[in-house]
């Protein structure tokens, strides 16, 4: 087994904003979620098909769900970024690479972190305007923006990460 070098990471003022987007973000969903809660029927739709259809309906307890998962979400990644020497990574980590390799690990699960919360308010939002009329459903564009969302942060980590450059701020 390979021991990677533990550091003390420096927080950039780019990964300080990003950390309080996301604070302020999660409080965001919190509050839509309430207010919609609120103004919801007893029965509303609880999944969409790929087509963005809603196609299951239950009652909305469960949309109670949501910000839970996402709350969970956010504390879990918060809690993993403390340790990026535990990370697995595609290059080997000495102490002349950590703070590099360490940042932009750590960067990455903030960005996943931001658009996970991302995700979870439109999913709401979404439920909210489908239960009151407004839309009919999540349209089939939210499948392909939840991937892109995902993949092109991960592959532009995965290009700096093998790029020569040691800073990485």
Request: some cysteine; aromatic content about 14%.
């Amino acid at each position: 087994m390979n021991i990677q070098p533990k550091i003390n990471l420096i927080l950039y003022p780019f990964d300080k904003t990003m950390e309080v987007i996301c604070k302020i973000w999660l409080l965001f969903i919190w509050g839509l979620t309430f207010y919609s809660f609120l103004k919801m029927p007893e029965i509303i739709p609880i999944h969409f098909g790929a087509s963005g259809k809603a196609d299951h309906y239950g009652n909305k307890i469960i949309f109670l769900l949501l910000p839970f998962i996402a709350t969970i979400l956010y504390f879990a990644l918060t809690q993993l970024n403390k340790y990026p020497h535990l990370f697995n990574y595609l290059t080997k980590i000495t102490t002349d690479n950590a703070h590099k390799q360490y940042t932009i690990a750590t960067r990455l699960l903030r960005y996943l972190k931001l658009i996970i919360l991302l995700i979870f308010s439109i999913a709401i939002l979404s439920i909210y305007l489908t239960t009151i009329g407004v839309t009919n459903g999540v349209g089939v564009w939210f499948l392909p923006i939840i991937f892109g969302l995902i993949l092109i942060p991960s592959i532009i980590t995965l290009s700096q990460s093998f790029s020569k450059k040691n800073d990485a701020g």
